[in-house]
């Protein structure tokens, strides 16, 4: 099955709310640029066939150093040109799978805490039900605002704040995104595209650990993760 098993990892943001000459993706954490410590997880697993990381056009060569700098394997991975928006990223990275691929996962390269059980796990649960996404309950309330006013109260034992890995039947994801291009419909969840086909998602409970690395807070909080235990 191996053959038949990719992932794409998205690293072709443009890292704004960072403010810094690097992009958040190839920040280091504990020495390491994240990007690194988020392939190697996926190398790990021993499952994937190919890994896709997509990356800004701009960026192409300085990723190709950093790989080759911590020894990436050739075979097991290949950059990709990244799109204008996430989505046109993941599209690009999805036509570049091999024509064998039943079953791709796809996750955001600043979550470097992902857990090598929990990518198996998706991939597993995918094979039988078809598009599955990793998610936490919400434990705030949440409320609808508009123009600094509440309009209501959402119920918050039906959210949930959802999470990659995603992963998805190969077939079913690229049709969602090709209907997506032909409705000219964006969004920022891979998910969400299978949704407006009217298939069915399901959600698995995932780590609190699996944070997202976005900003220079969420920065600080991944070095004290590292620090105060051996997350990898």
Not at 20 to 31: E, T
Not at 124 to 133: R, Y
Not at 209 to 216: A, C, G, L, S, W
């Amino acid at each position: 099955m191996k053959n038949k098993i990719s992932a794409i990892i998205t690293a072709a943001g443009k890292s704004v709310r960072m403010n810094l000459p690097v992009k958040k993706q190839f920040m280091p954490l504990a020495g390491k640029p994240i990007i690194i410590h988020t392939v190697e997880k996926f190398i790990n697993t021993n499952i994937f066939n190919k890994i896709l990381v997509v990356v800004n056009k701009k960026d192409r060569e300085f990723a190709e150093e950093i790989f080759s700098e911590y020894k990436i394997p050739k075979n097991n991975f290949i950059i990709v040109d990244g799109g204008k928006t996430r989505q046109g990223s993941v599209f690009n990275a999805l036509k570049k799978c091999s024509s064998a691929t039943k079953i791709v996962v796809i996750h955001d390269g600043v979550r470097p805490f992902v857990k090598i059980e929990e990518i198996k796990e998706i991939v597993n649960i995918t094979m039988a039900k078809g598009a599955v996404t990793f998610g936490i309950p919400v434990k705030n309330t949440i409320k609808k605002v508009e123009q600094n006013k509440v309009l209501f109260t959402l119920d918050r034992k039906k959210l949930w704040e959802i999470l990659t890995p995603q992963a998805f039947k190969y077939e079913l994801i690229y049709n969602a995104h090709k209907n997506a291009i032909q409705k000219k419909i964006v969004t920022n969840d891979d998910a969400e595209l299978v949704e407006i086909l009217g298939e069915e998602v399901f959600v698995l409970q995932g780590s609190s650990e699996n944070i997202k690395i976005t900003n220079k807070f969420d920065l600080k909080i991944a070095e004290a993760m590292l620090q105060s235990k051996n997350i990898e």
